[in-house]
């Protein structure tokens, strides 16, 4: 035992934690959290994509309407910054009514229908904001007084709270910290969160503090001390050590079969789940070849990967929609497995011998043993992945800057069938341009059928066009739906949420006003 705690300590110090302290600071106890990430990339909600960045932004900010803390179901969407709305009978005009006295963080001053509106134009700005395809609906944003905001559509969209939610673009900023801080507003973002940004340290921790006049009341928690360590087994090795109160965990079956044998661990998993997809980027020869695009998804044994991650944690996918979303369809079925036809295919296009393809990818837990499997399954018909495995950071830059023939990406969307089509499949997203989202395929099979459903208020047709758009992207082979898997995260039984945890579409626990940790 000895030894055990003189090593974590060690890695404590060569991680950049700081060895354990008191668990309560005068203002309030002191949550250490540690996700997945090395550092934080964009805190600026308008911007940030990586799932370590988006639990952080989800303590800072606030939307009109909220999922209600530990859900991340649409039926239980609540009152927000707005605390009432109406809808017209046609669905295209929304009034919300602001509460009154909610202040931003720090000296920012309070909240008013002009930061709403900001705000929701930034969110639609391509040049402003990675989610931008998913506000195209909007004609028009305008405030009615100061504490009245009126939201215009072109036509009605399914699910239009979500947009609206604590969530992505749903995000409501400070316009002037914004507009005077520029691009430091990146990393000391403004909000009206339970939680401000107080200090980051480069690739060690991020820390906030109480929000002391959020609306719903002072935060019980005084400070989080967000940590990046980046190892999975250095998570747990400062967990065990008492170092970290809540962190994120390895979503294999076996470590949570494990986990929930040990005293002390209290193991969540929650939806949604990320979406785990396999990109073919046809802009790399010879994927530009459906027949080599097609003999690729023959090869791979879908099954024989949902066996590896375990039935608690993993769903099998049959579409490029995420299971469980609204509009998803199952017209292709997936890919069968099927070894034989992928090297007929590999031969009928001219590829008999084999073929090699560069790939880059994350060296986190959740996505390189799972790549370790796809290597050595195409490796049977001959196909070679020559695989450079980097830092999760690089990662993101590199797959942006069109790096890799294969993307194995994972993401949660508001469960709606256009947020994925628009963001993974149509032609704006593709990567490189610059209304890029995060389409690394290089799809544009289906613009027609993504854009005519996002203005159908026929729900019959725009579930046809949904489902016409599946298989235009099925059929052209933009990418191989894996599986969906779910959030795991572990906790101390000293912390109480202050919810029962089923989901959270930021992808971390919320940590919200009534949040507690009890002394040791």
């Known amino acids: 035992m000895k030894l055990r705690v003189v090593g974590a300590l060690a890695l404590a110090l060569s991680s950049g934690l700081a060895l354990p302290g008191p668990s309560v600071a005068g203002d309030g106890a002191v949550l250490r959290i540690s996700a997945t990430g090395t550092d934080i990339a964009k805190l600026d909600p308008h911007r940030a994509t990586s799932t370590t960045d988006k639990a952080a932004v989800d303590w800072i900010f606030n939307g009109l309407v909220r ?59 391509p040049a402003r904001s990675s989610f931008a395809g998913s506000y195209a609906a909007i004609q028009d944003v305008e405030a009615l007084d100061p504490s009245t905001v009126r939201i215009t559509l072109k036509h009605s969209v ?34 009206t969160g339970p939680f401000a940004v107080a200090e980051h340290v480069t690739q060690q921790y991020l820390k906030l503090t109480a929000h002391e006049r959020y609306f719903r009341g002072r935060p019980a928690i005084g400070v989080i001390m967000y940590r990046f360590i980046g190892s999975d087994s250095s998570r747990e090795l400062a967990f065990t050590a008492g ?15 494990a986990a929930r044998k040990r005293p002390g661990t209290i193991v969540d998993i929650f939806e949604p789940g990320e979406f785990r997809t396999l990109h073919i980027n046809r802009s790399i020869p010879p994927l530009d070849d459906v027949r080599v695009r097609r003999a690729l998804a023959h090869a791979i044994n879908v099954d024989e990967i949902i066996r590896f991650a375990g039935a608690d944690v993993a769903r099998k996918g049959c579409s490029v929609v995420p299971p469980g979303y609204l509009g998803e369809s199952c017209v292709g079925n997936g890919y069968a497995f099927d070894p034989g036809k992928a090297k007929a295919l590999l031969a009928e296009a001219g590829h008999a011998g084999g073929l090699a393809l560069k790939v880059v990818v994350s060296n986190v837990s959740s996505q390189q043993p799972i790549m370790e499997i796809i290597q050595a399954q195409l490796a049977k018909v001959a196909i070679k992945l020559e695989m450079n495995v980097v830092d999760h950071s690089t990662y993101h830059t590199q797959i942006r800057q069109n790096a890799s023939a294969l993307v194995f990406y994972g993401a949660a969307r508001f469960p709606v069938a256009d947020s994925y ?18 389409n690394f395929s290089h799809c544009a099979v289906a613009d027609a059928e993504i854009e005519e459903a996002r203005g159908q208020s026929d729900e019959a047709r725009q579930q046809a066009l949904w489902q016409a758009a599946q298989r235009k992207i099925h059929d052209d082979v933009c990418a191989v739906p894996l599986f969906d898997l779910l959030q795991v995260w572990a906790h ?23 949040t507690t940790l009890k002394a040791r």
Request: hydrophobic fraction near 35%.
């Open 67 to 125: 999922f209600a803390p530990g859900s991340a179901d649409p039926k239980d969407i609540e009152p927000d910054l707005a605390e009432s709305w109406e809808r017209s009978p046609d669905g295209k005009t929304w009034t919300f009514r602001l509460r009154k006295d909610v202040a931003f963080h720090g000296t920012w001053g309070q909240l008013t229908a002009d930061d709403v509106v900001y705000s929701l134009k930034r969110a639609a700005d």
């Open 158 to 191: 399914p699910s239009f709270l979500g947009l609206v939610a604590n969530y992505h673009g749903g995000n409501i900023v400070s316009r002037r910290a914004v507009e005077a801080l520029g691009a430091a507003f990146d990393t000391r973002p403004v909000g």
């Open 243 to 257: 170092e970290l109160d809540m962190f994120s965990a390895k979503r294999e079956q076996r470590w949570v079969t």
């Open 421 to 438: 089509l628009t963001e993974f499949y149509h032609s704006q997203a593709i990567v490189g341009r610059p209304t890029a989202i995060t």
């Open 492 to 514: 101390t039984p000293r912390l109480d949420l202050g919810y029962k945890l089923r989901g959270s579409l930021n992808l971390g626990p919320p940590i919200t006003e009534k």
